[in-house]
């Protein structure tokens, strides 16, 4: 009993004897059944090479240590408690997986040393049942590259925020960025989140990817209390992909949405894929070309390989609302693929636009392409624009309230209002004018557009010559009609014909009127010698 009372005052006394404690953790931290927990502890310097330890029980004196580390083994791990020291930064991370109720109690974090050692008390309480937040548990980026993670919650959290949290203990981490019930969307440097209230779910994107942005995070919801969270560990590789895309897209419901990604020389050969997920290293493949397949279509989507243009596009038609969702554009390789994060968004309702979906010209004609809008459109600016992401496409002509008809360069714009159509024609067409164009509204907010998909087709190598060009007529003449029937090809045919029929009327029809005329007045001629023998007898 003694030597307990002693014990007791050398520990009430040691703290003024000594002066404060080298290592800190966090007071108290709280995790959900089933899930992990990971506690962060701090020390000051001069510490790096002692022992780490986590013990359990209200008394640290006499507390059972569950994990430590030793000056040779920073990390170490037992049963479902790991700890790892960072002595970079000063900084030793307990995890526990698999949480049970039974976890909840006290803990320390301490530092071993000659003599007392130093530790800090952590209240760890474990909430029961499920989150009603999910996410990845881990995802994968790529540097100077972008990142979406989607995390979705239970019914009835809609209106609270959503939080992007990094660090390994999620009650102290920093929250990067973080909605409101009046906002549902914000940006903070490079990073934004979304909360889609009507899906339930929250995208977290990261743009210009670094390799230190490598580490814990947590999806988050804001409530009274205890936040609730899950754990996403984001990995960055180095290096650049060989394949690119747009970062965002939109297309209409019920319409069509063609993507269209680029890739380096000397990957001509490979398989070319289009992914869904946010997490594209476990993503669901919808559709994949082969070496020998460079088209493939399955259901509604469809994806062509132009390997002379390195490019490949990704159709999907019909389109729905819970099309919407983080893609992938991919190239097959030995290893890990490439691939490049593609956003879709799909508004809702029929676009007051409509178009042809294929159009096709003639190189060095002309193409004129009709779009209709529905009543209530006729003031609003109409467009013209090229790209396969009309949110990023060139707007090539362009009309306004008071100009509703424009021309730039080779192309123009007439807007009918009476008849709600806008027409917009190209002169002397080009074999690289192909490709995909819009017919756009102008309104605000985002605006209405509809895709076309433009061809040209080569001009013929051979020009017809004059003589190929009278071999193309056929002049049977039939007995008794002094007329000539004629057959001919275009408008080169008509003007040859017109000038050989000339030539018949001066060098056969009127010799042979004129002889006929000659015949009639000789067969008529005056009689004059019997004029002659009348006159004498008289």
Not at 146 to 154: E, H, I, K
Not at 304 to 328: C, K, P, S
Not at 433 to 443: K, M, Q, S
Request: hydrophobic content about 30%; some cysteine.
């Amino acid at each position: 009993m003694r030597g307990r009372a002693e014990w007791l005052l050398w520990a009430l006394l040691l703290p003024f004897l000594e002066g404060s404690s080298p290592v800190t953790g966090p007071k108290a931290v709280r995790g959900q059944e089933r899930g992990s927990l990971a506690v962060q502890c701090r020390y000051t310097p001069g510490w790096e090479s002692h022992g780490k330890w986590w013990c359990r029980g209200a008394d640290w004196g006499n507390c059972k240590i569950l994990v430590q580390t030793t000056a040779s083994e920073p990390e170490v791990k037992r049963d479902r408690v790991s700890i790892r020291d960072d002595r970079e930064n000063r900084t030793f991370t307990v995890t526990t997986e698999e949480l049970r109720l039974d976890d909840a109690g006290i803990y320390w974090c301490g530092i071993a040393r000659v003599g007392t050692d130093h530790a800090e008390q952590v209240s760890v309480t474990v909430d029961p049942g499920s989150s009603p937040v999910t996410g990845p548990k881990a995802v994968r980026g790529q540097e100077r590259g972008s990142l979406a993670v989607q995390c979705r919650y239970t019914p009835g959290w809609e209106s609270h925020g959503k939080w992007w949290c990094r660090g390994a203990d999620w009650g102290n981490c920093k929250i990067l960025v973080q909605t409101t019930a009046s906002e549902p969307e914000v940006k903070r440097d490079r990073v934004s989140i979304r909360d889609d209230r009507e899906n339930r779910t929250f995208t977290v994107t990261t743009e210009e990817l670094r390799l230190d942005d490598a580490g814990i995070y947590w999806c988050g919801i804001a409530r009274v209390g205890t936040d609730h969270a899950e754990q996403v560990s984001v990995t960055v590789d180095p290096g650049s992909s060989p394949v690119t895309g747009p970062k965002a897209v939109r297309g209409q419901e019920r319409g069509s949405l063609a993507v269209q990604c680029r890739y380096t020389p000397g990957w001509e050969s490979h398989g070319k894929w289009w992914c869904r997920g946010a997490d594209w290293g476990n993503c669901k493949i919808l559709v994949q070309t082969t070496a020998s397949e460079p088209e493939v279509k399955r259901d509604r989507v469809s994806i062509r390989d132009d390997r002379e243009n390195r490019t490949f596009t990704v159709t999907t038609e019909e389109l729905r609302l819970d099309d919407a969702g983080i893609y992938w554009c991919g190239i097959a390789r030995v290893g890990t693929d490439h691939a490049e994060q593609v956003s879709v968004t799909v508004d809702p309702g029929s676009s007051p636009v409509t178009g042809p979906k294929a159009v096709r010209g003639q190189e060095r004609g002309s193409l004129a392409v009709q779009c209709r809008y529905t009543p209530g459109w006729e003031s609003h600016g109409k467009w013209w624009c090229r790209g396969a992401d009309w949110d990023s496409c060139k707007i090539l002509v362009q009309t306004t309230a008071s100009e509703p008809e424009v021309k730039r360069d080779r192309v123009s714009i007439r807007d009918d209002r009476e008849n709600r159509t806008f027409t917009v024609t190209t002169e002397e067409l080009r074999l690289d004018d192909a490709g995909v164009y819009w017919c756009g509204i102008e309104r605000v907010g985002h605006d209405h557009g509809t895709q076309v998909r433009v061809t040209v087709d080569p001009a013929p190598t051979t020009v017809p010559t004059t003589t190929s060009a009278i071999n193309t007529f056929t002049a049977p003449v039939t007995s008794g009609d002094d007329s000539l029937n004629m057959t001919s090809h275009g408008p080169n045919g008509r003007s040859l014909l017109r000038s050989i029929h000339f030539l018949l009327l001066v060098f056969l029809k009127m010799p042979l009127f004129l002889g006929m005329l000659s015949a009639v007045l000789w067969v008529h001629r005056p009689q004059g010698s019997s004029r002659w023998e009348t006159k004498s007898a008289l």
